[in-house]
């Protein structure tokens, strides 16, 4: 029932995701000629508010449940599992108090409406995984901004989506850079569920009734930990929620 319900409604879906990526691309140029950087986080926090409906027209619904008081004087590393695309709206809008960026494939910043733009401008890193070195001086450069703006990024430390919900090993990279640039960042851990299953049979058609999940958990204070250790912890911990329901 899940799937054929979720094929009827599929086409909607993509009629409403791509609809706010094309209207929200003049809107964030705007935003980011006429008010810079502050005014284009808004229409981003707004774009992924809207991308976020779209998942509700195919009937998936999300929660996200943050009961952690995480401080915004600081860098964060949000360290997560991943399992879709679908992951990334609800990650920028729910944490957009502490300004997430994103590591991504330099690809995507061309031709994609809206998200190339906010690729390009937005504050991330992007990178050419051909290329190790423009990758790290990337993800350097960000680490630096993290830690001048207390800025946030979001790390999916497997490098590939999981298309089962089983977690691959987090690798170590992508976080230890960033701590060399912004030593005091603060480690939280993140634990998707079942966004995997919403894109069990591609992204063309889509499953309903699916509940994504996303749990901030416990944060970890990296100083005084060697760097393997802070990652198998955080991945221990992500591994117990979000493998929890998984046969």
């Not at 390009?120 to 051909?130: E, H, P, Q, T």
């Not at 070195?133 to 630096?144: A, D, R, T, V, Y």
Request: aromatic share 12%.
């Amino acid at each position: 029932m899940k799937r054929i319900i979720g094929h009827i409604l599929s086409p909607l879906h993509h009629i409403g995701f791509f609809f706010f990526l094309i209207v929200f691309q003049p809107i964030q140029w705007l935003c980011y000629k006429l008010g810079g950087y502050k005014a284009h986080k808004v229409s981003v926090d707004a774009l992924n508010f809207c991308l976020m409906i779209s998942y509700y027209l195919v009937l998936d619904i999300i929660s996200f449940k943050n009961e952690q008081n995480l401080p915004t004087d600081r860098p964060i590393i949000f360290v997560a599992n991943h399992q879709s695309m679908y992951d990334i709206p609800p990650l920028i809008y729910f944490l957009r108090d502490y300004h997430a960026k994103f590591i991504s494939k330099i690809e995507l910043t061309k031709n994609i409406p809206s998200i190339s733009f906010n690729l390009k401008y937005g504050g991330g890193a992007n990178i050419d995984r051909s290329d190790k070195k423009q990758s790290l001086g990337e993800i350097m450069k960000l680490g630096q901004r993290m830690k001048d703006n207390n800025w946030s990024t979001v790390i999916f430390p497997e490098g590939t989506r999981s298309k089962n919900g089983k977690m691959k090993e987090f690798q170590i990279g992508g976080i230890a850079t960033i701590l060399k640039k912004a030593p005091n960042a603060l480690i939280v851990p993140i634990a998707i569920e079942n966004s995997w299953k919403m894109v069990e049979y591609g992204l063309l058609w889509l499953n309903s009734f699916i509940p994504l999940k996303f749990t901030v958990l416990t944060p970890i204070e990296p100083a005084g930990k060697d760097i393997l250790e802070l990652v198998k912890e955080a991945e221990n911990t992500i591994k117990a929620i979000a493998e929890r329901n998984l046969s």
